[in-house]
């Protein structure tokens, strides 16, 4: 079957027609909190003294519906997960951040999603927490500058879970969905103790209801297992191989994010042992060459490089579980785009003064060479540029 | 009229993540929510101090030649979050002024408390880059390592403070 999902990649959307369907998408998501009872603060709160703990039921049957969904349309090889924005991972801060916003959300009441339906229903209280967040959140900004460095510490790219343990996606759905009855149960059990002791009914689901979203999420979980046996799947994995990155983006890449990267240098030993690029691995010859990157942590992305255009990827390489890029021109591309000097721009728009500031001081960082002089731009027409792709909350 | 009741919450995390899939489906990526109200907030700083807004190390990035800081996919679904709400609230005969509180503290308490767990939100959200919605939600779906020791945390977070401020709800 065709990989036809997710939708954008078909170039559909431009940018306001973008922006329109992130406003569809918001006002289901605003319905669907205000129905699950998220837009009342003693509904939320009552999840941490567990009189009633509608929150764990309804984030995780949301985790779990998604994950199955997704899980198996890739399965079935109708979504191209490669195409998915996983969030990155930066261990501490996210520790860090978890604890201080559980903290914020049991003293404000709401989290920042359900404080924006809290004010769509008419709490006020919605409007001190929501109000609270922007303070917040300015308040991180002007202190970002002695908070960068924990900022991206823990840094390990995107890691998905499947991929650090090695097994397939279906296999880490299953065992979420039976986690996440098994803590269904679990808050139940815990409801029936702590609801009586606080004078209030513990929240009862009808057996029916239970029976069929469980049994639901079993039912997928199992055709997502079934779909591994699926020969569409063998199919779709080689066209993932055909990523390319530029050698400016790679720069940049080396200079913000250089633990989310492997780079390995195709060229014969002799070559890529002169000059390469910088934190370049160079493939081991003979055997061992078909099998080295198959060892490599697949959370990072993994670029290649030939002395010049698109190198033939070796087996070794094409093994490798994470995502495969090659980068565009070889060594040669890398050569003419960072290590020559750029040339300044004849005509400079802000767009074109962007591109070249950019190629100087990653020129300049890759060579040592001084930055070159800034260039002064002449007013023109700006051209509006779409909306940044990727989740972030 | 009468108050709808609510779903019941297996029923509405089942709807809520057919909304996340729908998103991921879509536009291939999920939900969020800190992301635009940091969005607003910056917008609103702007107003008053314009050059230490855009040349902040942090918020830099919202700004920039063609770029506008609340012409963002973000924004727009906050937006959309807000209206979905009200659609929700009045429809099910909830739309009305309150204040969400426990019977044993005062309304000028519970306000005050609402804007300091709100502050701790905001600062938190953004250190770990999301927060329930883009994180937790989102990431979670997506089987990211990060997103799952978020999730744990901020579970763990609101059970240690839960007993500090049990006067609030209780």
């Known amino acids: 079957m065709a990989v036809t999902l997710p939708l954008y990649t078909h170039d559909l959307f431009g940018t306001y027609a973008g922006l329109l369907v992130g406003t569809l998408v918001g006002i289901a998501f605003g319905f669907v909190l205000e129905r699950a009872g998220f837009g009342r603060a003693r509904n939320l709160a009552a999840q941490f003294y567990l009189t009633d703990t509608r929150v764990l039921k309804v984030m995780f049957s949301a985790i779990v519906t998604a994950l199955v969904g997704m899980t198996l349309l890739s399965g079935i090889g109708v979504l191209d997960l490669a195409q998915i924005t996983v969030p990155e991972t930066f261990l501490w801060p996210q520790l860090v ?16 999603g359900t404080g924006v339906v809290a004010i769509a229903s008419g709490n006020l209280d919605g409007i001190a927490a929501i109000g609270g967040v922007m303070l917040g959140s300015l308040a991180f900004g002007f202190g970002y500058g002695p908070l960068e460095g924990f900022y991206k510490s823990g840094g390990m790219g995107v890691a998905r879970i499947d991929r650090l343990l ?17 803590a269904f149960l679990g808050g139940e059990k815990l409801e029936a103790i702590f609801a009586p002791r606080a004078g209030e009914t513990a929240p009862a689901s009808p057996p029916r209801v239970k029976a069929r979203v469980f049994g639901g999420f079993a039912a997928i979980a199992a055709l997502a297992l079934a779909a591994l046996a699926l020969p569409t799947r063998g199919a779709a994995t080689p066209a993932r191989t055909a990523q390319t990155i530029g050698p400016l983006e790679l720069a940049r890449e080396l200079v913000t994010a250089p633990e989310t990267l492997w780079i390995v240098d195709l060229r014969p030993g002799a070559a890529a042992a002169k000059e390469r690029i910088p934190g370049a691995m160079v493939t081991p010859p003979g055997d061992a060459r078909a099998a080295f990157a198959a060892g490599l942590n697949p959370t990072r992305r993994l670029v290649a490089y030939g002395a010049s255009g698109a190198a033939d990827l070796p087996d070794g390489v094409r093994k490798f579980p994470g995502d495969v890029y090659v980068l565009e021109g070889g060594f040669e591309g890398w050569t003419s785009a960072v290590l020559t000097a750029p040339v300044p721009p004849a005509n400079p728009t802000p ?26 731009i002449r007013p023109v027409v700006s051209v509006p540029t779409g909306p940044r792709k990727g989740g972030g909350c | 009229m009468s108050e709808r009741p609510f779903w019941n919450p297996y029923v509405a995390g089942v709807v809520l993540g057919l909304v996340l899939l729908g998103s991921f489906l879509v536009m291939g990526f999920g939900l969020g929510s800190s992301g635009g109200v940091t969005r607003f907030a910056v917008a609103g700083a702007h107003l ?18 063609g770029k506008h800081v609340l012409e963002d996919w973000l924004v727009f679904e906050v937006l959309g979050v807000f209206l979905g709400g009200v659609l929700g ?10 204040i969400e509180k426990g019977p044993r503290v005062t309304t000028a308490r519970r306000l005050a408390l609402a804007v300091v767990g709100g502050i701790f939100m905001g600062f938190a959200a953004r250190l770990a880059r999301g927060c329930t919605s883009g994180q937790a939600l989102t990431g979670g779906a997506a089987l990211s390592l990060g997103s799952w020791v978020f999730m744990m945390a901020v579970f763990t977070g609101g059970y240690l403070v839960a007993p500090l401020v049990r006067r609030e709800w209780r």
Request: overall charge positive.
């Open chain 2, 89 to 98: 609230a009045y429809s099910a005969g909830r739309l009305k002024l309150g």
């Open chain 1, 97 to 112: 951040g978890g604890l201080l916003l559980g903290a914020g959300f049991i003293v404000s009441g709401y989290c920042p």
């Open chain 2, 48 to 65: 008053f101090a314009p050059k230490a807004v855009e040349t902040n190390a942090y918020f830099s990035q919202y700004f920039g030649p």
């Open chain 1, 166 to 182: 090695g097994v397939p996606m279906a296999v880490v759905a299953a065992a979420v969905v039976a986690m996440a009855v098994g």
């Open chain 1, 351 to 376: 767009d074109v003064v962007a591109r070249f500031q950019l190629a100087s001081a990653l020129h300049a960082r890759f060579t040592g060479a001084a930055v070159a002089a800034p260039v002064e």
